[in-house]
């Protein structure tokens, strides 16, 4: 298990604990059930990379405690 933090800089934090071979999109319903936004208006990026749905964490090279920047579109 890995901890992923994400950050929407509007002063919500968000902290989700998942598996490496997780998807974005695993990774987006884990942030919506704590944030209470729908999934699909969830768009996650690291500095200009937004990351895809069908990708896997791992693939991403996403660690544990690793920042990510989360958008609402």
Known sequence: MIEVVCNDRLGKKVRVKC??????????????????TRWDKIVLKKWYTIFKDHVSLADYEIHDGMNLELYYQ
């Not at 990774?27 to 704590?34: D, E, G, S």
């Open 19 to 36: 598996n490496p071979d997780d998807t974005i999109r695993d990774l987006k319903k884990l942030i919506a059930a704590q944030t209470g």
